[in-house]
């Protein structure tokens, strides 16, 4: 039996997607998912808040050759949040942007306001079992995940 893959985070309907063929600016992100320049934590979280800016990771990944392609915010109903609520970033290799309709990606989702934890996920667009077998092993694992959460464990 096969099932379809999902992430471990949903997003609503009413969230903000964008998605390109090249590689997304800065400016374009920023107009899509503005927490994703979140320049601290929400005042909700508590010193044990472990604040991990989401640009820098972007950042980072960006001088090792991978590029956004989709970015997407969810909302808040909160007044004040929706600076830091959870937001989600598809990354690929600068060469598989959209030259290849499967690809491998890097998918990062974090928020700056508790509603997830930071999570950095190796992935591959597309149905190839071979790409995934390719991606997990070049990689060592198919996912690694830092808890940056108030709650006590």
Known sequence: MY???????????NTRVLR???PLSEDQ?????????????HASRSERYTYIPTIEVLRGLRKEGFEPFMVAQGASRIEGKAAYTKHMIRMRHA???????????????NSHDGASSYQMLAGCSGSSAAMAWWWA???G??????RATSRAR
């Open 95 to 109: 060469g598989q942007v959209s030259t290849r309709p499967e690809a491998n990606e890097i998918i990062l989702i």
């Open 20 to 22: 390109a063929d090249v």
């Open 29 to 41: 992100m920023r107009t899509a998912a503005p927490s994703v320049f979140a320049e601290g934590k």
């Open 137 to 139: 092993t070049w990689w």
């Open 3 to 13: 099932s379809t893959p999902t992430l471990a985070t949903r997003f609503a309907r």
């Open 141 to 146: 694992t198919s996912a690694s995940r830092t």
